[in-house]
């Protein structure tokens, strides 16, 4: 009898479950409801459309159980699905280019703020090249298109309410510019407690205490608030087909006439709806997604999505050789009918927070990539690693303030004089974490064109015209500080100690 009861314990226990799940459903619900009537005028219908996406979310993140994935199911994706660059770029350009440049639009995820780089405000607005942000340098970018052939391709910002204000006000320097700017808000849900369940927010204000109780859902938020804005619809009756997606701070991710030519000349029953920029991964990269297959469908797999026990194997260079770049390449009509048809599912990501008072959150967030499997005829294309130049730290933004690169039209394109294509490995100690200490350090920017390796760590400051070459290190041991002289040439050398150099 005792495999009887089991049975009926383990029905019990999915009801039970079931009831649990209800419940903090209805709670859920009557909260939203309370917060929800404290909104007013165009406000309130602007909240009801995110927290329907919310709930939404919410219901799904209370049925999942245990990992998205079983690590038995992964598939290495099949060859034709992962496409080379150098096979897309082969077929050539038609000579109509023209057309195929007025299906697209450029969007940037420009939600995130410069806080991890001590900066105030929306990141776009961070200075990283001959006083151009990276806002100026994709206006530049597009403009230039929109000049040479003659086109209309518009920009797309995707801000949050943490940037929405900031990069209003800055747009306006823009007018006179030949790229009409459209924006729109990723949506603004709240934050719940780790215990209850329920909202920490106890109104809508986003100042003082309550200021904390909401954020931005990840940038898998874009297809409903892009679909809610009615941005899309609008695009869609002008004629454009495709969007291209990457987020702001990704110098390399350009407009690519060869995979854009790719995605307009498929027949039209086999139109590819979604395109992935993947990367061959070095071991810098051992976080980034990597493509699968699962289920006979090409799937985005986070590191987030790994069970402990597998986390080694999906770090390995050799089993998962490449990693999203997050430039993706959309179809527009694609995206309003998963819309429409509530279709699009992206695995959740359960971010932990602990708020300043100490308190425990969690914020349920989706990654864009993630809903690669909803899309029809998707494809991967294996681009070279120029296309990922993310700034992420004041030691990518050394990079890409150096003489390593030189700026074109917006674009940053690798030096010629560099003998070999691979970026040198920086790495700036805490004193170069902020923008404004970093700057201070740097009478000028180093010659970099023949380094390796740089690791620079304590209080050190270089003078104008400088070069360093090779594998250099410079560690100023604690209360100590180094002054690289001007004009100094350091090639692999490691300098340590005090060395002050004042002027006499």
């Known amino acids: ?4 009861t089991v049975g009926v314990v383990g029905k019990g226990m999915a009801q039970f479950e079931e009831v649990m799940r209800q419940q903090l459903e209805s709670s859920m619900d009557t909260e939203m409801d309370k917060l929800l009537n404290t909104a007013t005028g165009a406000d309130r219908e602007v909240c009801r459309k995110d927290f329907a996406g919310f709930k939404n979310l919410f219901h799904r993140f209370l049925q999942v159980k245990g990992p998205s994935v079983e690590w038995i199911k992964i598939q290495r994706p099949p060859e034709d699905s992962i496409q080379p660059y150098d096979k897309i770029s082969a077929r050539g350009l038609p000579n109509n280019v023209a057309n195929s440049l007025n299906k697209l639009v450029v969007v940037k995820l420009n939600g995130g703020l410069g806080t991890s ?8 607005l961070i200075s990283v090249r001959n006083e151009n942000t990276f806002l100026d340098l994709t206006v530049q970018q597009i403009e230039h298109l929109n000049k040479t052939y003659n086109t209309d391709v518009p920009l797309v910002l995707m801000n949050s309410f943490n940037t929405d204000e900031d990069t209003k006000k800055i747009l306006q320097k823009y007018t006179h510019h030949r790229v009409k700017i459209h924006t729109f808000n990723q949506s603004r849900y ?3 407690n780790k215990e209850s369940l329920l909202p920490v927010a106890k109104n809508l204000s ?3 205490q309550s200021a904390d109780g909401w954020y931005p859902p990840g940038h898998g938020d874009i297809y409903a608030s892009f679909y809610n804005s009615g941005l899309l619809d609008q695009l869609i009756t002008q004629g454009k087909e495709y969007i291209f997606v990457s987020n702001i701070d990704n110098l390399g991710a350009t407009v690519d006439l060869n995979i854009l030519h790719h995605l307009v000349s498929q027949p039209n029953g086999k139109r590819c709806e979604f395109v992935m920029e993947v990367t061959d991964k070095t071991r810098a990269d051992v976080k980034g997604g990597t493509l699968i297959q699962y289920e006979g469908k090409l799937r985005l797999l986070e590191i987030a999505q790994v069970p402990k026990a597998h986390v080694d194997e999906f770090k390995s260079v050799s089993k998962f050789k490449i990693f999203n770049t997050n430039n993706l390449w ?3 009509p694609a995206i309003k009918r998963l819309q429409e048809q509530n279709a699009m599912d992206m695995e959740i990501i359960v971010n932990p927070k602990t708020l300043d008072g100490g308190l425990n959150v969690i914020q349920l967030e989706t990654a864009v990539g993630a809903a690669i499997k909803c899309f029809d005829n998707a494809l991967g294309i294996n681009v070279p690693r120029s296309r990922f130049l993310p700034v992420k730290t004041t030691s990518d933004l050394l990079l890409v303030m150096s003489n390593l690169y030189s700026l074109d039209a917006g674009s940053l394109t690798m030096s010629p004089k560099r003998e070999f294509p691979t970026t040198p490995h920086v790495k700036l100690g805490s004193s170069f974490t902020k923008v404004q200490e970093y700057l201070t350090r740097f009478e000028s920017i180093p010659d970099m064109l023949e380094l390796d390796h740089l690791t620079v760590s304590g209080d050190v400051t270089f003078g104008k015209n ?3 070459k090779g594998t ?3 560690i100023a041991n604690h209360g100590d500080r180094i002054d690289i002289p001007a004009g100094s040439m350091l090639e692999n050398k490691i300098v340590s100690g005090n060395l002050r150099i004042l002027d006499h």
């Open 472 to 474: 250099v290190i410079i």
């Open 190 to 192: 709240p934050r719940i």
């Open 117 to 124: 780089m001590g900066c105030k405000g929306p990141k776009s």
């Open 330 to 332: 959309i179809s527009l």
């Open 466 to 468: 400088v070069s360093l």
């Open 1 to 4: 009898g005792s495999l009887l």
């Open 206 to 208: 986003m100042t003082g």
